[in-house]
């Protein structure tokens, strides 16, 4: 079985650090994604507000805390990952074709992300300052780590099978599919409008989030680029918790969208999400 491995991924490299961020990020959006089934969620979008069983306290709750306009917080969010890529074209110019790959793609998505947040997403609430800056750092500590652990492994001989074409493929299958999904998101609502609506076309007759389906498919594309066991947790763990997010999301149509039908998701109501 090691021998199949070897065929498709690097060796883990030497560091005490990866192998424990391999882990911690698997085990941590691992259980983000159960927090999100049980009702827990994290604090933005449509969870805004909480679930329905624990409204009142968690309103009260709310109060407590700094809030900020959708917009800031999702700046926050995605700029300071955007930024570690962006530098990482300077602190590494003269690595491999495979690490610039992996930089490029991490850049690209992130950038995108900015760029919604700048002129496609439509926003109806807030973010709480203590989940953006969890999200935010989440975010910059698994790019950072991602390039770092590419980084490490400069100079080792390549898998016997090289999959770096395949992942570019998979990659901007991914980041355009996300994209479009926002977009037809973004459209569901005029400029001042501020209601949930149930959005159609593309995928959405078919999956509850597509957007979160192709945000899957640009991290399993930096995967097969990388071909490194780091990124390959971090995909894993990234699908658990969308995959939670994605029920938590088919519950709240349920509950908001009398309508909505149980069995499928061919009406779902407009959802702005970071």
């Not at 079985?1 to 560091?15: Q, T, V, W, Y």
């Not at 049980?38 to 709750?61: I, M, P, R």
Request: proline fraction near 5%; charged fraction near 15%.
């Amino acid at each position: 079985m090691m021998s199949l491995f070897d065929k498709f991924l690097f060796p883990p490299p030497p560091s005490l650090f990866m192998t424990a961020m391999s882990v911690i990020s698997f085990t941590s959006l691992t259980n983000a994604g159960f927090s999100e089934i049980k009702g827990t969620h994290v604090q933005y979008s449509k969870f805004w507000n909480g679930n329905n069983n624990s409204q009142k306290a968690n309103e009260k709750h709310i109060k407590k805390q700094i809030s900020l306009p959708s917009r800031t917080g999702m700046l926050i969010l995605y700029t300071p990952a955007c930024l570690a890529g962006a530098i990482s074209f300077w602190l590494f110019p003269n690595h491999d074709l495979r690490f610039m790959l992996v930089n490029s793609a991490l850049t690209l998505h992130f950038f995108k992300r900015v760029f919604e947040v700048l002129f496609v997403h439509r926003y109806s609430g807030g973010m709480l300052l203590d989940s953006t800056i969890m999200i935010s750092l989440s975010y910059f500590i698994s790019t950072v780590s991602m390039i770092y652990n590419q980084h490490l492994i400069q100079g080792t001989s390549d898998p016997q099978i090289d999959l770096k074409l395949v992942g570019i493929v998979v990659f901007l299958v991914g980041i355009v599919g996300n994209f479009y999904h926002h977009y037809i998101l973004s459209k569901l609502r005029e400029k001042n409008d501020k209601e949930y609506k149930i959005p159609t076309g593309g995928l959405f007759g078919l999956v509850i989030c597509p957007h979160y389906l192709f945000e899957i498919l640009v991290f399993v594309g930096v995967s097969l680029i990388s071909q490194t066991v780091y990124p390959i947790s971090f995909t894993i763990g990234t699908a658990f918790y969308l995959t939670g997010r994605s029920y938590a999301t088919r519950n709240w149509y349920l509950s908001k969208f009398p309508s909505f039908p149980k069995h499928n998701g061919e009406n779902m109501e407009d959802i702005q999400i970071p």
